[in-house]
């Protein structure tokens, strides 16, 4: 019972994070890929914490909340197409052992979900928009970049959380022995 109202209550404060991100990377123009990189953090905790049903949960949450609160709809379409399922999808490619089948993994994520966004929402997104007018491969190159350094800042973050709190949680369940004879027999 205890560790499910935990899982509950950490589920709900990630969610109400993550809305918050969301809502601030629709309204706050200037720093939107920087608000939506933090509200893809709070996935990679929830899978730490409760494993990847729980990830996923709060992502199909937060997109849910996200387009019934966020007043621009389109805001949330950055969370929605990558940001939110790109901590699952780090989980599972960071299973595989080979760093560079993982950035390449990563990478055909990345090109697939900005596709598909692109195609899906083509004339939502692109209809008064006026695209610069560069070359497809740097376009493409630029895109990789970012996804390189965001995956780069992704890992720290996380490693700073397992550091920083799962020590913590940890350092609770250590018992103190009054003897020396009882360390002794540990």
């Known amino acids: 019972m205890r560790q499910s109202t935990y899982k509950l209550a950490l589920g709900g404060i990630c969610l109400a994070l ?4 969301l809502f601030g990377g629709s309204m706050v123009p ?3 890929m920087t608000l939506y ?4 953090l709070f996935i990679a905790v929830m899978i730490m914490e409760t494993g990847v049903k729980g990830g996923i949960a709060l992502y199909a949450a937060a997109v849910l909340l996200g387009f019934l609160i966020v007043p621009s709809k389109l805001g949330v379409l950055p969370y929605a197409c990558f940001f939110g399922p790109y901590g699952v999808v780090k989980f599972y490619i960071e299973k595989i052992k080979n760093p560079v089948g993982q950035v390449i993994l990563k990478v ?3 090109g697939a979900a900005v596709t598909v966004a692109l195609m899906a929402f083509q004339g939502m ?7 610069p007018d560069f070359p497809v ?3 493409i190159i630029a895109g990789i970049l970012f996804l390189l350094l965001y995956d780069v800042i992704y890992t720290l ?3 700073l959380y397992g550091e920083r709190f799962k020590q913590r ?3 609770q369940n250590v018992r103190f022995h009054l003897s020396k004879d009882e360390e002794e027999k540990q």
Not at 37 to 40: L, Q, R, V
Not at 125 to 131: P, S, T
């Open 18 to 21: 993550t809305v918050v991100f």
């Open 30 to 32: 200037g720093v939107e």
């Open 37 to 40: 990189a933090i509200s893809s």
């Open 108 to 110: 055909v994520f990345f």
């Open 125 to 131: 997104l692109l209809g008064n928009m006026d695209i």
């Open 137 to 139: 491969a740097i376009l």
């Open 157 to 159: 973050l996380i490693r």
């Open 169 to 171: 949680k940890k350092a």
